[in-house]
């Protein structure tokens, strides 16, 4: 019994760890007023056919803090790499030069500022969502094990130590979205 309840709490943790990794890079995704190419990571290219993430088909720079510097291994990526852009729908306007792609990022309007924290906080409570329903399933398999024979006392013990382990990571999605707040705010 001890045994399942230990698989329980590992599965939990490497879980938790997942949902928070994601959250990361969910967060890396929004724009803080500072070119990053991090910014275009989920930007799928058409690639003879087949989806391909932009970073397998061209090098994305950061030129300096407003220009995102997208160049192609191959000149004939540019209008594929121009259309993905447009179609991801990250407000970017992509510049074609013939050589490479160059995207000016617009200065954050207050407005924007605010709607990009409104974002953030989104993503931060659906992995809060993500996390409970993660509890869930542990406080289950622990209530399963008590009526299997496992010590209810322990069983108490084990349900407490699985809340423990959803605030510490609750808390931790707090931290990177006042981080993030605190960044997307910062003119």
Do not use: C
Not at 89 to 112: A, K, Y
Not at 127 to 138: E, F, G
Not at 172 to 179: A, G, K, L, P, W
């Amino acid at each position: 019994m001890q045994e399942e309840i230990d698989m329980v709490m590992d599965i939990l943790n490497e879980s938790m760890d997942s949902k928070l990794e994601h959250l990361n890079k969910e967060l890396n995704k929004i724009r803080t007023g500072k070119a990053s190419p991090s910014m275009l990571t989920g930007v799928m290219v058409d690639y003879y056919g087949s989806p391909t993430p932009l970073n397998q088909v061209a090098n994305v720079s950061a030129s300096d803090s407003k220009t995102l510097s997208i160049q192609p291994w191959e000149k004939g990526m540019l209008g594929p790499i121009e259309k993905a852009i447009f179609e991801a729908n990250l407000g970017f306007t992509p510049m074609n030069d013939g050589e490479m792609v160059r995207i000016v990022l617009p200065p954050l309007t207050e407005e924007r500022r605010r709607d990009l924290v409104k974002m953030a906080k989104a993503s931060g409570e659906d992995t809060k969502v993500s996390m409970r329903s993660a509890r869930q399933k542990a406080m289950d398999a622990v209530k399963s094990a008590v009526k299997n024979g496992y010590s209810e006392d322990a069983g108490k013990k084990v349900e407490t130590d699985i809340q423990n382990t959803i605030n510490s990571y609750t808390k931790r999605v707090d931290d990177s979205i006042q981080s993030k707040e605190k960044d997307i705010m910062t003119v």
